[in-house]
């Protein structure tokens, strides 16, 4: 096992964030460092990397064989961390390299919740405003532009036909039904991307 001076100089570095340059002196000297625990709160190497979103740093710990699913004093996974701190594209590369979602921490939330367990509806990991804050090219534009937009009709759409039924189901016979003359933003958004060229 790493002396402890050498986890804390080698988990500083991981924590400024220093390239992987400077990183990989610290495993050639020493392999045993890359999952090595600090013996206050039993953080390895990936939690580091993962709760302070240094993604080029976690992708080369995992190809250098760290434990993906490795679990702190706290039983928080490298995956509790980047869910908790919304690292969209690193939640990614973790759960596509095999961490398990479905781990626990001491507090019982699985690691897909992030640290508290609140990480789901909107605030979930792949969630639109998660996508929003981690937008890299136009791909990712066009996808948290559209997630948004569906997300917008679940919220406005669903209670305005439910009260729209149930309005109907209570109205008097003499009442006249009117259909709404606007459309929701994901119908103006399909008929804007589906209509006929030539028209």
Known sequence: M???EAIQKFHSALRW????????PFLNEDPA???????????????????NGHEELTKFLVGKGANINA????????LHMSVEYDFYYQNLFLL?????????????HAAILGIDGGKSGVEAFDGPMIKLKAIRD????EEAYFDMIL?????????????????MQNRKPHQK???PPWKTPLQNWWTRHNSPKWA
């Open 2 to 4: 790493p002396a402890e």
């Open 17 to 24: 964030g220093k390239p992987s340059a400077e990183i990989e």
């Open 33 to 51: 460092l890359i999952d090595a625990e600090d013996p206050k709160n039993g953080n390895h190497a990936l939690h580091i990397t993962a709760q």
């Open 71 to 78: 679990q702190n004093k706290k039983g928080q996974t490298a």
């Open 96 to 108: 596509e390299n095999g961490a398990d979602k479905t781990l626990k921490n001491g507090d019982g």
């Open 138 to 141: 136009q791909k990712g534009m």
């Open 151 to 167: 997300t917008m009709h679940n919220f406005i759409q669903v209670p305005f036909n439910y009260g729209i039924r149930f309005g």
């Open 177 to 179: 039904t009117v259909s």
